[in-house]
């Protein structure tokens, strides 16, 4: 008997960004965009509430399997959290769920093995066997880790900022281009959501000024602490 097709629908989900793409029965592709979705940050009812809001209907009510590859996916309870939401809204699928970093190693290194990387919002590493980890390290998120990835950057220039540590003419270009108070910084931080996405926000002001000594100097120290604390605490030789 011939195999029925079926219409997948894979989403890779950052902090930030959600990025879907729905592989349609008869060959053709769709993609679709949402705000990421995490669970250390949303609940159940707001990752519903936010497909039913950007996914077209026609597309929830098609899918057959979904597969969701998600930040802050990292722990069964997590999971459970996306899953449950998204069983809710996709009702006739099957739905799986893992993290954002095995869908990075399978894309980059398929069956085989290797050491696969995420530099996003948050960043993240482990040693790929070609199926799962042999090795990962434990994130330890935007407040305490997360070396290297936009909110650490940004964490790093909004305290030299803050401290007036940064050269004077790039303090000015801050200044004007974000008109920060200090009160509404904290604010942003520790009372209202998604302060990592917050912090990573002002990562474009590094990229625009690349050239500048400073800016070179902090970025390469951040993927310095990357290497330190994550991609040199692997073992690339352990085996499950």
Request: glycine fraction near 6%.
């Amino acid at each position: 008997m011939k195999k029925e097709k079926s219409n997948i629908l894979i989403a890779d989900s950052g902090s930030t960004k959600t990025h879907w793409m729905f592989l349609k029965d008869d060959g053709s592709q769709q993609e679709l965009f949402c705000t990421g979705i995490n669970p250390y940050f949303m609940d159940e009812n707001q990752i519903v509430d936010l497909i039913n809001k950007s996914i077209p209907e026609i597309v929830i009510s098609k899918t057959d399997e979904l597969y969701f590859y998600g930040a802050g996916c990292s722990n069964n309870d997590k999971c459970t959290i996306v899953n449950n939401a998204l069983c809710r809204v996709f009702a006739n699928a099957k739905v799986e769920v893992s993290n954002d970093l095995l869908a990075s190693a399978r894309a980059l290194f398929g069956r085989d093995r290797g050491i696969a990387c995420i530099l996003g919002t948050g960043s993240n590493a482990a040693v790929y066997n070609g199926i799962d980890f042999d090795d990962k390290i434990n994130s330890l998120g935007y407040m305490l880790g997360d070396e290297g990835s936009g909110a650490y950057i940004g964490k790093r220039l909004l305290i030299d900022f803050l401290h007036n540590d940064m050269p004077k003419d790039l303090y000015q270009k801050f200044a004007k281009e974000y008109n920060l108070n200090f009160h509404d910084v904290l604010d942003r931080i520790y009372k209202q959501d998604f302060p990592n996405r917050y912090l990573a926000s002002f990562t474009p002001f590094a990229s625009k000024h690349i050239d500048n000594d400073y800016i070179i100097e902090l970025i390469e120290s951040s993927f310095d602490a990357f290497i330190k604390y994550q991609l040199s605490s692997l073992n690339f030789d352990k085996t499950t």
